[in-house]
C-alpha cells in the first residue's frame, strides 16, 4: 500500500511538472484521471513491487548520481584522448568484474554505470559475474569497478 | 555583469565542449578498430555530448518548468543510453563475435 501512495505521490508531481497546469479544473480532473488509469494498470499489470517501485535505492542514489558523473567525466577525457591520439594507444580486453549486488535493481544499476563510463561496456550479465569489455589497460580498472559495485550494493541495502 | 551575461557564457561554453565531444566521439567511432572498441567511441557522444548540451538548454531555458522538462530528458537519456549500448554489445557476443585483443589488436587464434 505504502508503495503504491508512492506511485500516486510521484506520478502527480510529474504530471504537473510536465503539463505546467495548475490552475484550469478540467486539465486538472484529466490529470487525476490519467494518474489513476496508471496506476491501475502498474498494479494490475504487477509492475508494484520492489523492481518497479524501487524505494530502497533512495536517498543514496543521489549521491551515487553525482559520484558516476565525475567518473564518467574522468573516464571521457581518457577515451577523448584516445581518438584524438594520432597513433592511438588501445588494449581492449574481456574481463570478469565481481556482481556485489543482490537485488535486480542493483545488478541493472551497476551494469549500466559501466556501459555509461566511455571505455568500458557490459557484454554479458551472469549470475555472481559481469563480463566487462574495457578500451585500454588503464580504462580496465578491475578494483576500480569493483569499488563501484561495493558502492551500488551499499544504496540498495540502504547504508 | 549580470546574471543573463553569465548564464549566456556558461551555456556556449557547454555547447561549445559538448558539440566537441560529439564530434571526437564520431571520430573514435570512425578511427578504433573493431566492433567493441567503436562502441567505446560511441559512449562519448552518449555521455559528454549529449549531457553537457542538455545543462546548457537548461541554462537558456525561459522559466523553471523547462528546466525540470530538460532534467527529466538528462535523467532518462542518462539510464536509457547504456541500455542500447549493451543490447548491442550483448547481441554481438550472443552471436560469437570476438573481439580484439591485446596492445596489437589480434584476434583471439590468429597468429600472424
Known sequence: MGRILALIVVLTATWLLLSGYFDKPLLLAFGVGSVALATWLAVRAGMADGDGLPGHIFPGIFGYMLWITVEVGKANLIVARQALAVEPKLSPKLFLVPNPPRTSVGKVIFGNSITLTPGTVTVDLREDEILVHGLTEDLSDVAGLRDMGERVARIERGS | ?112
Do not use: C
Open chain 2, 1 to 112: 555583469m549580470d546574471w543573463g551575461l553569465i548564464r549566456d557564457i556558461l551555456a556556449w561554453a557547454l555547447f561549445l565542449i559538448g558539440g566537441a565531444a560529439v564530434v571526437v566521439g564520431a571520430l573514435g567511432i570512425v578511427r578504433f578498430p573493431d566492433f567493441y572498441t567503436r562502441l567505446h567511441g560511441a559512449g562519448v557522444t552518449d555521455t559528454a555530448g549529449a549531457e553537457l548540451m542538455i545543462f546548457a538548454m537548461m541554462l537558456q531555458a525561459p522559466n523553471w518548468l523547462v528546466v525540470a522538462k530538460l532534467g527529466f530528458i538528462a535523467i532518462f537519456l542518462g539510464l536509457t543510453s547504456p541500455v542500447a549500448t549493451h543490447a548491442i554489445a550483448h547481441a554481438a557476443w550472443m552471436v560469437g563475435f570476438k573481439p580484439m585483443e591485446g596492445p596489437d589488436l589480434r584476434y583471439d587464434g590468429d597468429r600472424s
